[in-house]
C-alpha cells in the first residue's frame, strides 16, 4: 500500500467513524420512546393495583414479582441508555486556522533551507496523517462502547416487556384492578323504618 493508499484509508475511516456516531444517535430514540412506554404502564399498574386486597395467595406474589423484575430491568436500561448517550467525547479535526498556523511555522522553521517546501509538504502532510490516525482510532473506542451500551439496553428492554405483559396478563384475569372491584356498599339508617304488615 503506497502512503497516498495508506492516507486516503485513514481519512476514510476517520469519516466513517463521525457518521457511525449520527447513527448511532439515531438508533437512541427508539429505545427512549420505548422507556417512556414502559415507565407509563408501570405506573399504571401501580396506581391501579388494589394494594388493600393483598393477600400471600400465589397470583398477588407473581404479579409483584414480575412487576418488580420489570421495573429493575427498566432501571438498568435508563442506566446503560445514558451511558450510551451521555459524555461520550468525540475528537475532531483542529479548525483549518489551526493546520494553516501549523503550516505557516512550518515555513517559518524550514524558510533558510534548500529543500523547504518539500519539508513543509512532508510534515504539515503528517501533521494531518497523525490526526486522521489518532482521532478515528479513540471515535471508533467511543462508538464501541456506545454500541455495547445500547445492545445492553435493548437486552434489557426485551425483558422488561416480557415481564410486564405477563404481569399485566395477572393483574388484568385476577381481578387486581380496583376501578372494576365492586366495593361493598354501606348502608345507614338514620331512623326507624316503618314496617306494615300487608293481610
Not at 429493575?72 to 442506566?79: K, N
Not at 522553521?109 to 486522521?132: F, H, P
Amino acid at each position: 500500500m503506497t502512503k497516498t493508499e495508506l492516507f486516503a484509508l485513514y481519512e476514510r475511516s476517520y469519516v466513517h467513524e463521525v457518521e457511525v456516531r449520527d447513527k448511532i444517535n439515531s438508533r437512541l430514540q427508539t429505545p427512549m420512546t420505548i422507556i417512556v412506554a414502559l415507565i407509563g404502564v408501570i405506573a399504571f399498574l401501580m396506581q391501579n393495583y388494589e394494594i388493600e386486597s393483598f393477600k400471600m395467595a400465589a397470583d398477588h406474589v407473581m404479579f409483584l414479582f414480575f412487576l418488580s423484575v420489570s421495573a429493575i430491568a427498566l432501571v438498568l436500561a435508563v442506566y446503560y441508555f445514558i451511558r450510551s448517550w451521555w459524555n461520550n467525547p468525540y475528537w475532531f479535526l483542529p479548525a483549518p486556522v489551526e493546520t494553516a498556523n501549523y503550516r505557516r511555522e512550518l515555513e517559518e522553521t524550514y524558510a533558510g533551507y534548500d529543500n523547504a517546501d518539500e519539508l513543509v509538504d512532508r510534515y504539515s502532510g503528517e501533521y494531518v496523517e497523525q490526526k486522521y490516525i489518532e482521532y478515528a482510532s479513540w471515535n471508533a473506542k467511543v462508538n464501541d462502547n456506545r454500541s455495547a451500551y445500547l445492545h445492553r439496553c435493548n437486552a434489557v428492554i426485551v425483558l422488561a416487556v416480557v415481564m410486564l405483559f405477563v404481569a399485566f396478563l395477572i393483574f388484568y384475569f385476577s381481578g387486581f384492578d380496583k376501578t372494576r372491584v365492586r366495593k361493598a356498599q354501606e348502608v345507614y339508617i338514620e331512623r326507624p323504618v316503618p314496617v306494615r304488615v300487608v293481610k
